[in-house]
């Protein structure tokens, strides 16, 4: 049945659409549960036979969406979980929401991406909206998605149409779920692009088009470059403020009080996490093959990629002053997660110190309320049990993640030593502890 972009936008407009929300995940879930909150049908499409068992019992695995939400969601709405793409035959609108990571030397891996999509256009009927919200390289809605969507002789335009709208999920931030995040939308053409704005104006409350899907694309990674160079910018500075003697975080809390032109990033023991180290390199990979090479992005990159090994050399620096030979030192990190309060470890910078105290057969245990045990390469490690008497053994207690629920003054006072690399205790001038 030949479905006009009439027909589709109508079905819009009378939320009367079958949205289909391939991968759910961190953004995907959310997002399925948003549209099927407000009343369309839901049909969530996932690889991952654990998760959907999951799901069918109504047992949420992001942090974001309690198990309780999930429920009451889907006894209120109408909201299916399959594994088959067969399910996209009755979608009107289909959302990807599916990985983006890295490779061996930094390059995109869009296997995901492109995965999802054959398994789309096995599916999808005429008329159907694509949307991409994976973060990824401007020009991959145009160059890979188009191609594989055409392939059984749709035409974009009169048989589909393929918006990209980047994700802008923040994991933990209650201020700001998923109806209050502004949405950029821009469409392989000005009508895709207005297919994709009247579907997220069913959720969420602002809604910019863009002129296309490159711009769309380069929008989220301009976003996220952003905090890596910033953040890049101030872990130099913490390091050369140290050579000169100077508090970088009294030089940032003063800062910050200029009412415009500054906003402030906190030097850390790294950058963790699956947006911000990783974005970067798919713009700096895009722009490699249009000739031009970005040094912001390789010189941010590279610095935050050092602070892992910077914390470790100044946290033995200090221990010398002690008088404790640093290989010999017990150590206990405070906190391994890629940021505060958010159960993540991916890419987090503590392991990355882990694995470097390892190197230097340093005795090294961690402590973190959220992570009861871990493992990274050879090194399985349980998270201590938490008491003065043990806190006494180490040497020094180093924080790499300042999770909240931490009561920071019993850790201090049952210390030796302390290295802060997120500024818990502020300005306490306690000679145990030591800061970036
Ligand atoms: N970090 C610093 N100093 C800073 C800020 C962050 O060292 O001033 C470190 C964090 O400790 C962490 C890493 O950088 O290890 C990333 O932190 P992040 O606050 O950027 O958090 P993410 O990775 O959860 O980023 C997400 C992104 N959201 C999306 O991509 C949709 C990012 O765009 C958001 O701006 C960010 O959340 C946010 O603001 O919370």
């Not at 049945?1 to 929300?21: E, L, N, P, T, Y």
């Not at 995907?28 to 549209?35: D, I, K, M, Q, S």
């Not at 309320?369 to 399985?380: A, G, H, K, T």
């Not at 790499?400 to 030593?417: D, E, G, P, R």
């Amino acid at each position: 049945m030949k479905r006009g972009i009439s027909v589709i936008k109508q079905k819009i407009k009378d939320k009367q659409i079958k949205v289909a929300v391939v991968g759910l995940g961190y953004v995907g879930l959310p997002l399925a549960l948003e549209f099927a909150k407000r009343g369309l049908s839901v049909i969530g499409i996932e690889i991952d036979k654990h998760r959907v068992n999951q799901l069918r019992k109504r047992t949420s695995y992001i942090t974001d969406v309690t198990s309780q939400e999930l429920k009451a969601v889907c006894a209120k709405h109408d909201f299916v979980v399959l594994t088959d793409y067969k399910g996209i035959e009755k979608a009107d609108a289909v959302i990807i929401c599916v990985p983006t990571p890295l490779k061996r030397k930094y390059h995109p891996d869009i296997s995901y991406i492109k995965k999802a999509v054959r398994g789309i256009s096995r599916h999808i009927n005429k008329g159907t909206l694509v949307v991409l919200e994976s973060t990824t390289y401007p020009g991959t809605t145009e160059e890979v998605i188009l191609p594989l969507l055409e392939h059984k002789g749709f035409k974009h335009n009169r048989d589909f149409y393929l918006c990209f709208s980047p994700e802008r999920i923040d994991p933990g931030n209650l201020d700001y779920p998923v109806h209050k995040i502004p949405k950029v939308v821009g469409g392989l053409t000005p009508e895709a692009t207005q297919l994709g704005v009247l579907l997220y104006k069913n959720i969420i409350e602002k809604v910019v088009p863009v002129s296309s899907a490159r711009v769309a694309e380069v929008v989220k990674l301009l976003e996220n470059t952003f905090r890596l160079v910033n953040i890049g910018l101030i872990d130099e500075l913490a390091m050369m403020a140290h050579k000169m003697k100077v508090d970088i975080w009294e030089v940032i809390s003063a800062a910050s009080t200029k009412p415009f032109g500054f906003m402030p990033f906190l030097p850390g023991p790294g950058v963790g996490g699956h947006c911000i180290p990783k974005d970067p390199l798919y713009l700096y990979w895009k722009a490699r093959h249009h000739g031009f090479k970005s040094r912001f992005i390789k010189l941010a990159s590279g610095i935050v990629s050092s602070m892992p090994e910077y914390v470790v050399d100044r946290m033995q620096e200090e221990l010398k002053h002690r008088g404790i030979v640093p290989d010999k030192a017990k150590i206990l990190l405070m906190g391994v997660t890629y940021k505060k309060d958010v159960l993540d470890l991916r890419k987090s910078p503590a392991l990355d110190i882990i694995e470097i105290l390892a190197r230097h057969k340093v005795a090294v245990s961690y402590y973190d309320p959220l992570v009861p045990y871990l493992s990274i390469n050879q090194i399985d490690l349980k998270s201590i049990k938490l008491s003065a008497r043990v806190l006494r053994q180490f040497d020094c207690i180093l924080i790499c993640a300042a999770h909240t629920s931490v009561n920071y003054s019993f850790i201090l006072k049952n210390s030796q030593m302390i290295f802060d690399t997120r500024n818990v205790y502020k300005r306490s001038r306690d000679a145990k502890i030591y800061r970036l």
